[in-house]
């Protein structure tokens, strides 16, 4: 079956530690997005990249850093710059066909300091 | 700067009372706009692309419209497996969709 899959579906991070989340996909998307979900609030982008070794920020990129080296992959680092990093992160992709341009996302990762 | 405001931020329905959720946004260029449904603890299924004003897409009981303004999304005698959190997605020239708060739909048997 295709779909995205992100790892772990929780995560717990102590204070000052650098964490990454894991997202692969099989779908043959060339773009991949990271989201992050706070209650209360909408999805907001961190990263995303449309190609591989190419990535741009987001509206949210500062304590966050990520890489491109593999279509398939698109891992995460929340880094201890991450003042707030409690919150539920989405991985996603889509196609950059300009007749389909939806975005199909994963399952999420949890993230929580302790 | 896209904006996309959805309303009303919660809802609570009877089993079988049809109701709208609306979306308006403000952006420049729409490539699509879209809807998507979250469960709790689960990433957003997607639901419908909209791409131009006067377009409609339906499934099961859900029917999504599009103005030049605003959507909607019409649950039509809904069922307690409708319940969720509904979020509105919009797309212009850039990649990257920028989402509402979304509106949580409670169905109640």
Redesign the interface.
Known sequence: DGGITQSPKYLFRKEGQNVTLSCEQNLNHDAMYWYRQDPGQGLRLIYYSQIVNDFQKGDIAEGYSVSREKKESFPLTVTSAQKNPTAFYLCASSPRDRGRPEAFFGQGTRLTVV | EDQ?TQSPEALRLQEGESSSLNCSYTVSGL??L?W?RQDP??????LF?LYSAGEEKEKERLKATLTKKESFLHITAPKPEDSATY?C?V?AIS????????TTVTVRA
């Not at chain 2, 603890?41 to 997607?46: A, D, L, N, R, S």
């Open positions: 996309v490539r699509g879209f998507y603890g689960k990433g957003p299924e997607f692309t979020l997605a797309q990649p990257k969709l920028s989402f509402g708060a979304g």
